[in-house]
């Protein structure tokens, strides 16, 4: 679908769950990109504070990582929305209208299926942790409850993008695998 990237992107109309659930995840992006220009100011300070001054670093490399990650999770709904991901679109395209309805309906529901079960040992490992107390096992001793907070909140937030897209498809304000009719 290379040569479809404004037909790409999941359509709302004028749904307000759809808008709503957009904005959502278009805030995730933004939160997520935030996450990752934190991560790159962070380490040029670390990599100044290490080879030009000869000093050493504590809570930079752990920071950076934790930063990475939370901002792939959280950025998961933007790029759902976005249609960012891999996609292979042979078998859609091969299909006819209904048939390729109904195989985004299946595809759809088996994704927040998987998104929930996800979301489910997410959030249980994300509170686990909180209960516990952990810390990491380094100097800085990071709260870990803070970093794995990023796991049930990526995947809840997931899980709402590929519901609004399910829902997008079953009330026809947006097209199977975004294709157009004919394709």
């Not at 278009?26 to 300070?45: F, R």
């Not at 299909?95 to 959030?123: D, E, K, N, P």
């Not at 993008?161 to 004919?182: N, T, W």
């Amino acid at each position: 679908m290379a040569g479809q990237s404004s037909a790409a992107v999941a359509q709302t109309g004028r749904n307000p769950f759809l808008r709503a659930v957009a904005a959502l995840s278009t805030l995730a992006g933004w939160c997520s990109a935030a996450m990752i220009v934190t991560a790159v100011a962070i380490t040029c300070q670390m990599i100044f504070i290490r080879f030009v001054l000869n000093g050493s670093t504590i809570w930079q490399t752990e920071a950076v990582i934790y930063l990475m990650v939370a901002a792939t999770l959280i950025g998961l709904p933007y790029v759902q929305r976005l249609r960012g991901h891999v996609n292979v679109d042979l078998i859609p395209l091969m299909l006819g209208q209904r048939a390729r309805r109904a195989l985004a309906i299946i595809t759809l529901s088996l994704s927040c299926v998987i998104v929930g079960v996800m979301l489910f040992y997410g959030y249980d490992y994300w509170h686990f942790a909180w209960k516990r107390g952990w810390t990491s096992d380094t100097v800085w001793a990071v709260r870990l409850w803070i970093p794995y907070l990023a796991l049930p909140v990526g995947f809840a937030l997931l899980l709402l993008q590929l519901i609004a897209d399910l829902v997008a498809v079953l009330i026809g304000a947006d097209k199977p695998f975004g294709l157009k009719e004919g394709m």
